[in-house]
């Protein structure tokens, strides 16, 4: 049966994608491999419904998105189900995903109703009036692509769709292949709610047929993306001048120091790297342990790894198949690269099921140090000493003119780093980095940039260096000049050939990028 069809008429595409099950390759439906040109008419469909949605009062939109909240948590355990087998998810963790998937909706709904313009008088912002008054409206971006990821291919997929129509905006979603059904029935939930034609709009394929044709569309206003670095570099590349939000992947790391808790750091720690297999993008992907308590550490870590059960998600195990065996495939490439430089550690594989295992002794050649496995194996590297990378990057600080220590970037990701070593944090953006990049905050760091005379500001390797250019642009209006001092590691490390694949080596680069560019 396929699901797809069942669902939408409106996909039809010439050729299906069969999608199987990664518990037991059970067939659980199909979905449309959809041509260049129905991705075209879906557009298309798209921009004619916008003028009536985004003309609809905010109170009448969320009227929408409470409806459909409704219906997931009606249908939780059918929802709950589907995933579950789509994606190879505990069946509590799969129920309990499509009612946090509600209550997302529910939010983003209230705070639309809460998002609403504002008056701003005027005197506040150069070369006003006092006796202006500014009307402040917020309107929406247009046609958004979302495009999710196969591990919540609920709630990462309603993460995008439920703020982008309380503010007005159409969407045109693009679901995981594996997870596609999930997807599609969060979508049906907003139809039976009742949505006007058009607003939400679904287009299924693969990626790599279809992807980059959808990325460079030109009737595409804001691109919402989760899942790989190297796609999120891609859409980087092909979205040009248009807004692009990338939650990308990692490599996390837990730090445990001597005087740590280590049996709580040790339950913790399995706990964070072994949730749904490891297939998170926030899941602990490495430990790094001072060497004097390192062997008790991962003794215990050890202990806690051998509770965690093994099996089929309908049983709630801890650890089940992993999304397929290409997934498992690249897994052992990252074990087997380490067993051929040292590392001692087995491993036991039952097709795409992996079992849990501690890597003990992780050098820094070895791949799996800083690759993201996206699977239940976790690292554990030896350290020294945290003491050495911490007097490094503080005299590095300390080069740069007290009245030069200041440190402008997109966002504020560099805040902690910036207390510890005396620097003060300028950014164009707030707390994260989806909120709105405004006129009059580019414009009052500029003037900040002039009156301090500061000499560069610098781009983050996860974040569009769009925002920073504009404010360089900014600067040079108002008669100063500001240098882009280089690009920051924020939440990623570098490789290799940088000289920057490990957390230590790639905070000194840091240090020595903005020393070098300030002082």
Not at 27 to 44: F, I, N, Q, Y
Not at 271 to 296: H, P, W
Not at 372 to 397: C, W
Request: charged share 25%.
């Amino acid at each position: 049966m396929s699901y797809q069809l069942k669902i939408f008429n409106s996909l039809k595409g010439e050729k299906e994608i069969k999608i199987y099950s990664p518990i037991n390759d059970e067939e659980l439906g199909s979905v449309p491999s959809m041509t260049k040109e129905e991705v075209d008419h879906a557009m298309e469909t798209a921009k004619i419904a916008l003028s009536g949605w985004r003309n609809l009062a905010v109170v009448e939109r969320a009227k929408y998105l409470y409806k459909a909240a409704e219906i997931l948590e009606r249908d939780k355990e059918i929802i709950g189900t589907v995933l579950a087998k789509e994606v190879s998810k505990g069946i509590k963790a799969a129920i309990s995903e499509v009612v946090r998937t509600a209550d997302l909706i529910r939010y983003s709904a209230e705070e639309g109703l809460r998002s609403v313009g504002e008056i701003v008088e005027g005197g506040s912002f150069e070369a006003a009036s006092k006796r202006k008054v500014a009307m402040v409206r917020k309107e929406p971006m247009g046609l958004v692509l979302a495009i999710a990821p196969f591990n919540y291919p609920v709630n990462l997929s309603a993460s995008k769709i439920a703020p982008a129509l309380i503010g007005g905006n159409v969407v045109l979603f693009k679901p995981p292949t594996q997870g596609a059904i999930s997807g599609l029935l969060l979508v049906k939930a907003f139809h039976e709610a009742g949505i006007p034609a058009g607003v939400i709009n679904t287009v299924t394929g693969k990626g790599s047929e279809i992807g980059d044709y959808l990325i460079a569309h030109p009737l595409v206003d804001f691109i919402n993306f989760t899942g790989s670095t190297p796609v999120g570099k891609r859409i980087g590349e092909l979205a040009g001048m248009r807004p692009i939000l990338l939650e990308l992947g990692g490599k996390d790391g837990a730090i445990v120091s001597d005087d740590a808790d280590l049996e709580k750091a040790a339950k913790d720690i399995v706990s964070g790297a072994f949730s749904y297999s490891g297939q998170r993008c926030t899941a602990i992907k490495r430990v790094l342990v001072m060497e004097n308590v390192a062997d008790k550490l991962a003794e215990l870590i050890k202990a806690e790894v051998e509770k965690l059960t093994v099996g089929n998600p309908f049983d709630n195990a801890d650890i089940t198949p992993l999304i397929d065996n290409r997934a498992a495939d690249f897994i052992e490439g990252l074990i087997e690269d380490a067993k051929e430089k040292g590392a001692l550690t087995q491993i036991k594989r039952e097709k795409n099921l992996l079992w849990p295992v501690l890597f003990d002794h992780v050098t820094l050649d070895m791949r799996i140090a800083w690759e993201e496995p996206f699977g239940p194996i976790l690292p554990l590297i030896r350290i020294k000493s945290l003491d050495e990378a911490t007097e490094y990057i503080q005299a590095k600080i300390n080069e740069i003119p007290e009245e030069s220590r200041y440190l402008i970037t997109a966002h504020d990701a560099f805040a902690y780093f910036a207390e510890q070593f005396g620097l003060q944090v300028k950014a164009i953006q707030g707390v994260s980095t989806d909120s709105e990049i405004g006129t009059k905050q580019i414009e009052d760091l500029a003037n900040f940039i002039v009156e301090h005379n500061i000499k560069a500001i610098f781009v983050e390797s996860s974040v569009n260096h769009k925002s920073i250019e504009a404010l360089q642009e900014a600067v040079k209006a108002k008669g100063g000049n500001v240098e882009i001092g280089g690009e920051l590691y924020s939440d990623s490390m570098g490789d290799k050939e940088n000289n920057t694949e490990t957390y230590i080596k790639t905070i000194k680069a840091n240090a020595d990028t903005i020393s070098n560019a300030l002082k």
